[in-house]
Nanobody
Framework: QVQLVESGGGLVQAGGSLRVSCAASGLTFRSYAMGWFRQAPGKGRQFVAA????????YYKDSMKGRFTISRDNAENTVYLQMNSLKPEDTAVYYC?????????????????WGQGTQVTVSS
């Protein structure tokens, strides 16, 4: 049974930093590209960042470039999202997702598995 479990969310002040993690089990992690998405209150879920199975290639939503960094540790079956210079508009539930194959993708429907999400709240 595949499980993706996010952790590391919480409350942080604007301008602060937070790192969320996603631990994967039940799959061959190094064979999956990974993505992070988020859903703010009253809004649809949107793409944040993605990383290839090897970790070499990364993609970001334009508004996150320079602030967020996606990375992975294939030995630990974990993907990370480091978030710096956080803004109140970054408040959302953050989800990780896995897509079988080496290349990262940006679209939700292309992902095979999803985690339950972790809440990130940025106060002004």
């Amino acid at each position: 049974q595949v499980q993706l479990v996010e952790s590391g969310g919480g409350l942080v002040q604007a301008g602060g930093s937070l790192r969320v993690s996603c631990a994967a089990s039940g799959l061959t992690f190094r064979s999956y590209a990974m993505g992070w998405f988020r859903q703010a209150p009253g809004k649809g879920r949107q793409f944040v960042a993605a990383i290839s199975a090897s970790g070499v290639t990364t993609y970001y939503k334009d508004s996150m470039k320079g602030r967020f960094t996606i990375s992975r540790d294939n030995a630990e079956n974990t993907v990370y999202l480091q978030m710096n210079s956080l803004k109140p508009e970054d408040t959302a539930v953050y989800y990780c997702a896995a897509k079988y194959g080496s290349s990262p993708v940006l679209l939700q429907y292309e992902h095979d598995y999803w985690g339950q999400g972790t809440q990130v709240t940025v106060s002004s």
